[in-house]
């Protein structure tokens, strides 16, 4: 593992924390997944930072059945952005006024498709969720069914446990996708090359969007 590679994983998961940490700040709706981290929280009283990465390994150990092997970015993400998420909500304040949440929710977008971008790009393994997605759907499902089925599932438990869905859920939803493909192949290493001009890794992310594992992170957007 090159230096690149670590520094720009590490940076893609700590900014990947603060864009939840801005997301919940703004208040105005959650992305799937954290809709149901937000939703364990209120009813568990944990704060929101533990219970990211306590989904994060019990999704992880999903992957057991499933036979899918974690890379070093897998485990870093488990530990890494629940801890940076819940130490930048300690300094955030909430915002009262509608134009700073606003202005909130579409920082935390961005930053959230910059963070993905660096993270997957930097090729250390994916996040437990995107494995668990593409794990199930490397045993004959539909990724489309796959994706839509967990990300519906966790958003109504979450939202039924409390957690804020709003106009932030659906413009997340519809935005992160592009975002990620803008960004990606501008992080993407090449294996081996941890000084060179970032460049798309045509065996790991082929030219054609078409390809699983890249379609499922693109569109998903998640940790």
């Known amino acids: 593992m090159s230096t690149r590679r670590m520094v720009q994983l590490h940076l893609g998961l700590a900014l990947f924390g603060l864009s939840v940490a801005l997301m919940v700040r703004a208040n105005l709706g959650l992305a799937s997944w954290d809709v149901l981290h937000q939703g364990l929280a ?6 929101i930072g533990w219970v990211i990465n306590g989904v994060g390994l019990l999704v992880l150990l999903l992957w057991i059945p499933l036979r ?4 070093y970015g897998t485990v870093a993400n488990v530990i890494v952005v629940g801890i940076v998420a819940q130490g930048a909500l300690a ?9 700073t949440r606003v202005g909130l ?18 090729g250390l393994g994916p996040g437990p969720r995107d494995g668990l997605m593409t794990g199930l759907a490397a045993r004959g499902h539909s990724i489309t069914v ?11 438990a979450g939202w039924l446990l409390g957690g804020t869905v ?9 935005t992160i996708g ?21 460049q798309r890794d045509h065996r790991q992310y082929p030219p054609r969007t078409g390809g699983r594992r890249h379609r499922a992170v693109v569109r998903h957007g998640r940790a």
């Open 178 to 198: 592009p975002l990620v493909h803008y960004f990606l192949p501008k992080f993407a290493v090449s294996k081996g090359d941890s000084h060179a001009t970032p």
């Open 166 to 174: 709003g106009i932030g859920t659906l413009l997340f939803a519809v």
């Open 42 to 47: 209120r009813s568990t009283g944990l704060p």
């Open 105 to 122: 929710l579409a920082s935390a977008i961005v930053v959230n498709g910059i963070a993905t971008g660096l993270y997957v790009g930097a």
């Open 91 to 99: 300094v955030l304040p909430a915002p009262h006024h509608l134009a």
């Open 146 to 156: 796959v994706r839509t089925s967990i990300e519906v599932g966790v958003l109504a």
């Open 68 to 71: 899918q092997r974690p890379g």
